[in-house]
């Protein structure tokens, strides 16, 4: 199982946001600068010895999907943004172009293996001779191809594309629409060939990962989809209603926003699946802890984030196990410092912005009590974090870096330094040209304990003098929130809290770079651009420099303070006891096939 980054979204961001938000009653000035890190740890399977039957599998596993709001509908990982899309079609798009060790490291034996050639500067992928979509078609060298084109397209609804694809000879001319193709990819059997080898200006050393930003994980079917238009592909019939998968299982119905089913998929080249029906549906965070109490799921979604507090209501369940390892996420606060120039298809950061001052930025981070809250309500699987890249990338996560603890007087000195200043008797802060200063938060919709923590960080904010409000008054639906914050340009947030499932390959270009989508607080600077250039540099092969780049660029974004950690945490699922072989081990790349049943209904 390999991973690339994608938002988390409605519950998912919650899950992490909610524990660090209820201090209010709190009279401490300051925490540890160290932050605490897990008190618990998870096995990441289940070891179920009982028999699985034909008649226990001809019956259905049934998932439950945590979130507030309906899934999207996306079907591609081209096109996927959110997690949650990704997390209720994973049975048919789990199966990826490579498979992984533990480590997620490419190995020989997935859909496709790869060759680097440093000397000349080539990737070669080779897809296994029985490589077939779930209708049947072949899975062709020019499947491999298209993922770019779709991602890269000046016209698309992606927002996938990495900066990092501009070392792709050619790539940069088609991003750009000054070409109708992407000149580095050739094809020594022809398009509909096992084969295609992609020129590069230079090789990196995170290539040898899954999930690393230059090299795409996944095919798109180019015959399926090649008489739509690459701007309405997101819309189309075959997105939408009929979806073909490279994975162990095919689609069967999608009830829109609530459900998908599925079954095996005949032409699958791997293992072969041995559950009949598998469903997944979204569940809300308010009935979820119930409905796995009552009986009603076999497990939460393996990549759908569970808080601390299901965790402690969760733990002791009768008939569940919880299974879980550290995750490849993080919860974070952005702010709002410029706008994505449409023309030239890369972020602006506004001097001139509102939260344009790195103290003011720094100063909302430092008056929140992340620790303490997430040591009374995270339950071991929730912690503050310290850096920008989470702790199960262990060489690369600096653990000497200190994030954000909370420190009032500090938050309040950074504020007089720079000039924002309470004049005229005012109780709030202006600006440092003595203008009014209003700073809108947005967050996501939840329970109304979510709403109250919300105002909890309201009020840590309004201690140091800060006039902060929700934006629009209230905690925006998941969809509304994320269609705000993915515009060219607002002004609608100055500050929101969101979360991301990062890449299983630590480069955070695709999220931070000066072109990269996802760089949805618009920050750009020369050295941010030349440290994660520095990671994958020809001098990166050297391990221990990429090292050093990696914890000076976690520095760096912890001083400019534009991007802020909030919490990492466990990826956990509660396991009903009649679930065999569920492993979530990256080492494991075939989850949905590896599963099984022992009874034909949930123990």
């Known amino acids: 199982m390999n991973k690339r980054n994608i938002a988390l979204s409605g519950m998912a961001v919650l899950a992490t946001l909610s524990l660090a938000a209820c201090s209010s009653k709190k009279t401490a000035s300051s925490t540890s600068s160290v932050s605490s890190g897990p008190s618990l740890k998870l096995s990441s399977s289940y070891n179920n010895t009982a028999t699985s039957t034909a008649a226990d599998n001809n019956g259905t596993l049934k998932v439950a999907e945590p979130n507030n709001s309906p899934f999207q509908g996306l079907t591609s990982p081209t096109l996927q943004s959110n997690a949650e899309d990704q997390d209720v079609f994973a049975p048919g798009n789990e199966d990826s172009l490579f498979n992984v060790d533990k480590n997620y490291k490419i190995i020989k034996g997935g859909l496709a293996d790869q060759t680097l050639d440093r000397k000349n500067n080539t990737v070669t992928i080779t897809l296994r001779p029985n490589a077939k979509w779930s209708n049947g078609m072949k899975v062709t060298a020019k499947d491999i191809e298209y993922a770019y084109e779709v991602i890269a397209n000046k016209d698309t609804t992606s927002q996938q594309y990495s900066p990092d694809f501009a070392a792709i000879k050619g790539m940069a001319a088609y991003h750009a629409g000054k070409a ?189 009590n992340l620790d303490q809250v997430s040591k009374k309500f995270g339950y071991g699987i929730s912690w503050r974090a310290n850096t920008l890249i989470p702790p199960v990338f262990k060489e690369y996560n600096d653990t000497s870096a200190q994030g954000f603890p909370l420190n009032l007087k500090k938050a309040e000195s950074l504020l007089d330094k720079a000039g924002y200043k309470k004049r005229n008797g005012s109780k709030w802060r202006s600006d440092p040209k003595g203008k009014k200063l209003v700073i809108y938060f947005g967050a996501m919709a939840g329970t109304s304990v979510q709403a109250a923590e919300y105002q909890d960080y309201l009020q840590q904010w309004h201690k140091i003098g800060l006039d902060v409000q929700l934006t629009g008054g209230k905690p925006m639906e998941m969809n509304s929130f994320y269609n705000t914050l993915e515009a060219p340009k607002q002004t609608k947030m100055d500050v929101y809290a969101a979360a991301w499932q990062v890449s299983s390959e630590p480069t955070p ?95």
Do not use: C
């Not at 997105?239 to 162990?248: M, S």
């Not at 972020?347 to 103290?359: E, G, I, L, R």
């Not at 001098?539 to 974004?557: D, G, H």
């Open 180 to 368: 109708k193709t992407i000149s580095g990819f050739t094809y020594p059997d022809g398009e509909n060939g096992n084969k295609v080898v992609i020129q590069y200006t230079h090789l990196s050393p995170s290539m040898q990962y899954a999930g690393n930003s230059f090299i795409w994980g996944s095919v798109e079917p180019y015959e399926y989809e090649k008489n739509i238009p690459i701007a309405k592909l997101a819309a189309s019939a075959q997105e939408r209603k009929n979806p073909i998968f490279t994975g162990a299982y095919k689609l069967d119905k999608v009830v829109e926003g609530e459900s998908t089913t599925w079954s095996p998929n005949p032409y699958y080249y791997g293992k072969k699946p041995q559950i009949k029906h598998i469903s997944i549906s979204v569940v809300s965070e308010n009935n979820i802890d119930k409905a796995i109490q009552s009986k009603k799921y076999d497990f939460t979604s393996p990549t759908g984030v569970m808080r601390g507090t299901d965790y402690n209501q969760l733990k002791n369940t009768k008939d569940y196990q919880v299974v879980g390892q550290p995750g490849l996420n993080y919860s974070y606060f952005g702010f709002n410092v410029g706008h994505f120039d449409t023309k030239t298809g890369t972020n602006v950061t506004d001097k001139n912005s509102k939260m344009a001052n790195k103290n003011l930025r720094q100063a909302m981070m430092y008056a929140l």
């Open 509 to 603: 270009t695709s999220l931070y770079g000066a072109t990269a989508p996802f760089n949805t607080g618009h920050f750009v600077s020369a050295k941010n651009t030349q440290l994660m250039d520095d990671m994958n540099s020809n001098k990166a092969w050297n391990q221990s420099y990429r090292i050093k780049v990696f914890k000076e660029w976690q520095n760096y974004m912890n001083q400019q303070a534009a991007y802020a950690p909030d919490a990492f945490d466990y990826s956990w699922a509660p396991v009903n006891k009649r679930v065999k072989g569920y492993n979530v081990s990256p080492a494991n790349n075939e989850f949905w096939s590896s599963l099984s049943l022992t009874s034909s209904s949930e123990k």
